[in-house]
């Protein structure tokens, strides 16, 4: 058998430091929410491969669907020989995205990939160049998803210079200063000193930012930016690759608003652990790029394809969405009732299942990025998988399977409890 430790010298002799790695353990097999090392250690896994992972780790269904698809092709490229399969998934995502308006969906490999196309695609819709997105929002770690994510550290650090004629605004955040009102004004300060808003293509925003630290946008921003975007002829951009597949209590996050986006990107969860992502948009605007403007070799690969049909499946037929609402509800509870005792709980948040808890410096009042490091290390001691998250690594975030077991569950929040105390 080779250890944990002969990987992990293998890994550092052969792999570049720039793929940052947290854990020091190797994956051997997967259930559901629980993985096991090659020595054998289990771990109650609260990260699901960051979002991957609604339907858990091997959902027989996904495994299945999956099987029965490699035994009749793996690839054709769809845009040589197209298959049924990436048909048929895109009406379903047609239909069960906000809005009864006439829709299109275009299918990736990556989050990345999705969201540089969204841009593409608004680009040529428009005729214009310039994108908003927001401090805070994590897009991808190509160039362009990197010009518009809005955290320097670890992700553009070297990286520069960017795709030019993306601009930030400060995304709404009471607990740090930023009022509704405040980015509402920077993003009309952006049109008044940087940009007519004549050449802005789109704003993009994740509904609930996932790395930033699950900032809900309030309902009242969404309307005002939907509104804002109406009077200068911008798209508006929904990021939902963290955010959707019942992870927060709806099959989306924007299902919590009542104003629509024009483009939606999706990915992670999307084919259970499989590559897979989408645009899915207004039909007419999708079809602005010309034929060979879109597209990739693995773009829609038939297996994900497959899975991402078990998927919808499983979240419809396991109710995922309620199971998301009651195991949200559950775990802030747990941490709302901690907060008596642990002074650097600073705020507990969140939609459905996808839930955070802030750690604050009790006496400076400072982000307690160590604070959330101790937590996090000593819930991994005990055998629970926790990521950390916001803008100084300050805040854990909790992305546990949405078909989590009950006994599996209570055992996590148990271990959270001892490592929260510890």
């Known amino acids: 058998m080779t250890t944990n430790l002969e990987w992990q010298q293998r890994k550092n002799i052969n792999s570049p430091r720039g793929v940052g790695v947290m854990c020091q353990f190797y994956a051997e097999r997967a259930l559901n929410a629980e993985l096991w090392d090659v020595e ?28 029965e698809q490699l035994q009749r092709f793996s690839h054709t490229a769809y845009q040589i020989v197209p298959y049924g399969g990436a048909v048929a998934l895109a009406e ?62 670890p992700y553009k650090t ?11 605004a400060p995304f709404p955040n009471p607990l740090h200063g930023v009022s509704e009102a405040q980015s509402l004004q920077a993003l009309n300060a952006l049109f008044k000193s940087d940009i007519d808003p004549a050449r802005v293509a789109a704003i993009i925003l994740e509904p609930v930012q996932g790395e930033g630290g699950f900032y809900v946008a309030p309902p009242s921003f969404m309307r005002a930016l939907r509104a804002l975007c109406d009077q200068h002829g911008i798209l508006l951009i929904a990021d939902e690759i963290q955010s959707g597949f019942a992870r927060t ?41 010309a034929p060979g403007g879109l597209g990739g070799t693995y773009a829609g690969n038939p297996l994900a394809i497959a899975a991402a049909h078990a998927v919808l499946d499983i979240i419809d037929e396991e ?26 709980i600073a705020d507990v948040r969140g939609l459905g299942a996808m839930v955070a808890v802030e750690f604050r410096d009790p006496d400076s009042g400072a982000p307690d990025a160590a604070f959330a490091k101790k937590v996090q290390a000593e819930a991994l001691r ?19 399977p949405l078909t989590i077991g009950d006994a599996v569950f209570d055992e996590a929040l148990a271990i959270l409890d001892a490592a929260l105390r510890a």
């Open 40 to 67: 054998g250690r289990r771990v109650i896994d609260f990260g699901a491969g960051i979002a991957v992972l609604n339907t858990g780790h091997s959902h027989p269904k996904i495994v299945a669907a999956v099987t």
């Open 92 to 153: 379903k995502i047609n239909r069960i995205t906000p809005g009864t308006h006439a829709k299109k969906t275009a299918f990736f490999t990556t989050g990345a990939e999705a969201v540089e196309n969204a841009i593409k695609i608004a680009r040529a819709a428009t005729g214009r160049s310039g994108v908003i997105a927001f401090a805070g929002g994590f897009h991808g770690r190509t160039m362009m998803g990197l010009a518009l994510t809005g955290k320097v550290e």
């Open 158 to 168: 070297g990286f520069g210079p960017f795709p030019g004629e993306v601009y930030h």
């Open 249 to 289: 209590g709806k099959l989306f996050a924007m299902d919590h608003h009542d104003v629509l986006p024009d483009l939606m990107t999706l990915a992670k969860s999307l084919a259970g652990g499989l590559p897979l992502s989408a645009v899915c948009g207004r039909a007419e605007i999708m079809d602005a790029p």
């Open 319 to 344: 109710q995922l969405c309620s199971r998301a609402n009651l195991l949200g509800e559950r775990l802030a509870a747990r941490l709302a009732a901690a907060r008596a005792e642990v002074p650097q």
């Open 382 to 400: 005990q055998g629970l998988l926790l990521l950390t998250c916001g803008g100084y690594g300050q805040v854990i975030r909790f992305l546990f």
